[in-house]
């Protein structure tokens, strides 16, 4: 276990950063699991100069470390995070601009996408109400390139603010958006390591990102976000915790992942107090006390299993932490 005591503390940081600083904080609330251990060290940032204090702390120290944004794709290891948590929940601004005659509409990476479109709607905004009912935050959705009813956030997205590493520290740089860069969950900002929750230097880190809008029909932006999140509801998606879609999609399968597991006859199938959802094969549910190990044992029963009945492999949708 990593412990930081108070005279480290003193040291490394000025006295009001040293506030924002927790030891050994349980993270399973901040997961939509709700599975997961302790963190020996939980930072949680309010402004852009916190996290860059933070992301310097942990590279000097060489400490370990992951960052947590909303929790809804992530899956935390029930032995928790051995070394820091950086969570972005307290970077949650969100502003209107307009220039040259476009609106645009700026996010921090930890507000929430149901606030961004709630924040678009009371403004009359369109181009994300196809995202209403979206769990996590802004700077996840951009990382993974959310897609939801055939629209990427890749589609709606104009520029992107990210603090990128290297041996003289990290510095803030502004990506404007190249379609080309961007495929089906898929983002320029995932390290090729594969390794998507990890701070090691190998990826940026979104700050905040800007999306195109237009002033729109109020009362038909509103139904269209009405209509997602009661087609999401009526679906499961908020039923038991979970993290919604285990597996990617995959046009070669010729059928999305879930109906592969249906096929399969893998629907309800339990490990533990996990669950592949008996409404629908691409969900794991936590049905009480599921732990880490009952997901990943269970995802792993699944790939076997399509597999041996239909040679397709299953990739993992999930972020696995630590």
């Known amino acids: 276990m990593f412990n930081l005591g108070e005279k480290e503390k003193k040291n490394s940081f000025p006295v009001k950063f040293c506030d924002i600083i927790q030891k050994n904080v349980k993270l399973s609330s901040f997961t939509s699991f709700k599975i997961g251990g302790n963190a020996d060290i939980y930072i949680r940032p309010s402004s852009q100069d916190e996290l860059v204090a933070a992301l310097m702390f942990i590279h000097a120290e060489r400490i370990p470390a992951i960052l947590l944004g909303g929790g809804s794709n992530l899956l935390i290891p029930d032995e928790g995070i051995r070394g820091a948590v950086i969570h972005t929940c307290r970077l949650n601004k969100i502003l209107l601009e307009e220039s040259a005659g476009h609106l645009f509409v700026q996010a921090e990476a930890g507000a929430l996408v149901q606030d961004l479109t709630e924040f678009c709607a009371e ?47 990290c510095t803030l740089q502004e990506y404007n958006c190249r379609k080309e860069d961007w495929g089906y969950k898929q983002s320029p900002f995932q390290p090729s390591n ?129």
């Open 123 to 169: 403004h009359g905004l369109t181009g994300l109400e196809d995202f209403a009912g979206l769990p996590g935050t802004v700077g996840g959705a951009v990382f993974m390139n959310a897609r939801c009813y055939e629209k990427s956030i890749s589609d709606v997205l104009f520029s992107v603010s990210a603090l990128y590493f290297s041996e003289k520290g």
């Open 194 to 322: 594969k390794r998507y929750a990890s701070l090691d230097g190998n990826r940026p880190v979104i700050v905040s990102a800007t999306f195109g809008v237009e002033q729109g029909d109020a009362i038909l932006i509103r139904n269209i976000m009405e209509s997602r999140i009661t087609d999401r509801t009526s679906k499961g998606h908020f039923k038991l915790p979970s993290a919604g879609s285990v597996f990617k999609n995959n046009h070669a399968f010729g059928k999305p992942s879930g109906q592969l597991i249906d096929e399969a006859g893998l629907r309800g199938l339990r490990i533990g107090d996990a669950q592949v959802a008996p409404w629908h094969g691409n969900f794991i549910v936590n049905t009480g006390s599921a732990t880490a190990r009952d997901v990943v044992e269970l995802i792993e029963a699944v790939q076997r299993q399509v597999k041996d009945k239909t040679g397709f492999e299953l990739e993992p949708e999930i972020i696995f932490a630590g």
